[in-house]
C-alpha cells in the first residue's frame, strides 16, 4: 500500500532593520522556523553569505535531515537484521560548490557512523545494515547528489569470533 505523508513548517524572516530589503547589506538573514508543537528554531544564512554563524542555516538542516534519517534508518534495518546497536554517533560532512552565478549546489554528502554493537558476531549484519538504511532513507533518496558512508562498526564484548 503506497502511503502518503504530508510535512508543515512555517518560516518567518525577522531580519528587517527598518529599512526592508533596500540594499543587500541592508538587512539581517535571520528567519524562525517552526512546527507546531516544537521548539522554534532560530536560523539565518551561513557566514559566507552575511549570515549569522551562531544560527542553523539550511544547510546545516539539509545536513542534519541526512545524518538522522540514515542513523534512523540504520537501528530500523538493525533490529530487522537481529543487531543490538549500543551506541551510534555520526560527524557528517557535505560538500557544497558556488556556480559563480549566485547559486551552487550540494556536490556530496559523507556520513561517519561510529556504531557499537552488543556482540562481536554481529558486525558483518551491522556493516550490512548500513546499505539497507541508505535504501530506505527517505532524504538520501530525495538529493540528486552522492551520500556516501565510512562507517565504523565495533563490538561491545568480545563475544564470538566476526
Known amino acids: 500500500m503506497i502511503r502518503e505523508h504530508r510535512y508543515a513548517l512555517r518560516s518567518v ?3 528587517n532593520r527598518g529599512t526592508g530589503t533596500s540594499g543587500y547589506r541592508d538587512y539581517d538573514r535571520t528567519v524562525t522556523v ?4 516544537k521548539a522554534v528554531l532560530e536560523a539565518s544564512a551561513d ?15 539539509l545536513l542534519a535531515a541526512l ?15 537481529g543487531v543490538v546497536v ?10 557544497m560548490t558556488e556556480d559563480g552565478r549566485g547559486g551552487g549546489a550540494f556536490t556530496e554528502v559523507v556520513l561517519h557512523p561510529r556504531v557499537v554493537v552488543a556482540e562481536a558476531s554481529m558486525i558483518p549484519a551491522a556493516q550490512a545494515a548500513h546499505a539497507q538504511a541508505h ?13 556516501r558512508h565510512d562507517a565504523e562498526v565495533s563490538a561491545a564484548r568480545a563475544g564470538e569470533p566476526a
Open 13 to 15: 524572516w525577522t531580519g
Open 47 to 61: 557566514k559566507p553569505f552575511r549570515g549569522d554563524p551562531t544560527k542553523w542555516n539550511p544547510e546545516d538542516l
Open 135 to 147: 535504501d530506505w532513507c527517505f532524504i538520501a533518496n530525495s538529493v540528486n547528489f552522492p551520500v
Open 86 to 95: 549500543e551506541s551510534y554517533s555520526d560527524e557528517a560532512t557535505g560538500l
Open 67 to 81: 545524518s538522522e534519517c540514515h542513523l534512523l534508518s540504520y537501528l530500523h534495518a538493525c533490529v530487522e537484521a
Open 34 to 37: 517552526a512546527v507546531d508543537g
